[in-house]
């Protein structure tokens, strides 16, 4: 492997699990996704694909994958800061955008998230209703653009967060599809070396924006090499808790809080339910 792509996308000198891709899985992962993104804009009969930005690795390999696989010209971007948004982390969407040569807006979400706080002042208080207002304002712009100018909605989440219900329900999740959304993290991070992100980037803390200071780590209660591995071995492989703790060395109660996740997040991976006929 190259020293891109082998050393720098793990957040620690021993991570629990190594999964990163060999050269060869790298190329044929890259390879599918383009393709993937092709056949479901074609599909769809669609003239391209509208992307949130958000100066995130997650949408910043989306979108060098969407753009590599429609051109230039078949990715708009939409870039969306609220007033909780590091300012730095926005100007690194624009960045991203400017890179790739695609076209895209910055639109100030703040004055149309005042307006639901307005109407309900007193779920304005919960900060958690109060970020899901605004993921769940960008995914209504994202569609907006989408059918006005007959594109798809790529979607940026990966297995992770998936798996542990880390996103907004009718919000970051409202979607077309997710190119990546069967790589753990820490594949996201090497395919993103892989094609070309700068290192700042893939390695940048990651966040969803939704309150000053949120970051995805805290919010989980645990780095995200953790979460792969604990995803990746137990609720994916299948492997027991015990025998998870001895092969991963990590706390039973990393295990406990993963499989919580999981499991108080089903209700986000499936349809909403209806009564049997």
């Given at each position: 492997?190259?020293q ?21 899985e ?5 390879e599918?996704i383009?393709s993937?993104i092709?056949?479901?804009?074609d ?5 391209g694909a509208v992307?949130g930005l958000?100066?995130g ?8 994958l969407?753009?590599?696989?429609l051109?230039e010209?078949?990715l708009?971007?939409?870039t969306m800061?609220s007033a ?5 982390v ?5 960045r991203v955008a400017?890179d790739?040569?695609?076209?895209y807006d910055v639109?100030e ?10 109407a ?5 208080e919960d ?8 993921v ?9 653009v ?5 594109r ?6 990966n297995r992770?967060e998936?798996?542990?219900?880390y996103y907004?329900k009718y919000?970051?999740?409202?979607v077309?599809?997710?190119p990546?959304?069967?790589l753990?993290?820490q594949?996201?991070r090497q395919?993103a ?6 290192r ?7 966040t969803?924006?939704m309150?000053?200071g949120?970051?995805d780590?805290e919010e989980?209660?645990?780095?995200y090499?953790?979460?792969?591995a604990i995803?990746a071995?137990h ?9 998870t703790v ?11 809080r993963?499989?919580?996740l ?5 209700h986000k991976?499936?349809m909403p ?5």
């Amino acid at each position: 492997m190259s020293q891109t792509s082998e050393q720098s996308v793990l957040l620690s000198d021993d991570p629990p699990l190594d999964l990163r891709l060999s050269e060869s899985e790298l190329e044929a992962t890259r390879e599918r996704i383009v393709s993937f993104i092709a056949d479901v804009v074609d599909d769809a009969g669609a003239e391209g694909a509208v992307l949130g930005l958000s100066g995130g690795i997650d949408s910043t390999l989306t979108a060098h994958l969407a753009v590599e696989a429609l051109g230039e010209d078949g990715l708009h971007g939409l870039t969306m800061p609220s007033a909780v948004n590091d300012a730095d982390v926005m100007s690194d969407a624009e960045r991203v955008a400017r890179d790739l040569g695609i076209e895209y807006d910055v639109i100030e979400i703040q004055p149309i998230a005042e307006s639901f706080f307005d109407a309900v002042p007193e779920a304005a208080e919960d900060r958690t209703a109060a970020g899901n207002v605004y993921v769940r304002t960008r995914a209504v712009l994202n569609y907006f653009v989408a059918n006005a100018e007959n594109r798809v909605v790529l979607g940026t989440g990966n297995r992770a967060e998936a798996m542990t219900g880390y996103y907004t329900k009718y919000g970051d999740q409202a979607v077309d599809c997710n190119p990546i959304g069967n790589l753990y993290k820490q594949q996201v991070r090497q395919l993103a070396a892989h094609v070309g992100v700068p290192r700042d980037l893939v390695m940048q803390e990651p966040t969803a924006g939704m309150w000053e200071g949120q970051t995805d780590a805290e919010e989980l209660g645990l780095d995200y090499d953790v979460v792969d591995a604990i995803v990746a071995v137990h609720v994916d492989g299948g492997l027991s808790r015990a025998a998870t703790v001895r092969e991963l060395d990590v706390p039973a109660e990393a295990v406990d809080r993963v499989v919580d996740l999981h499991e108080r997040s089903a209700h986000k991976r499936s349809m909403p339910p209806a009564p049997e006929p």
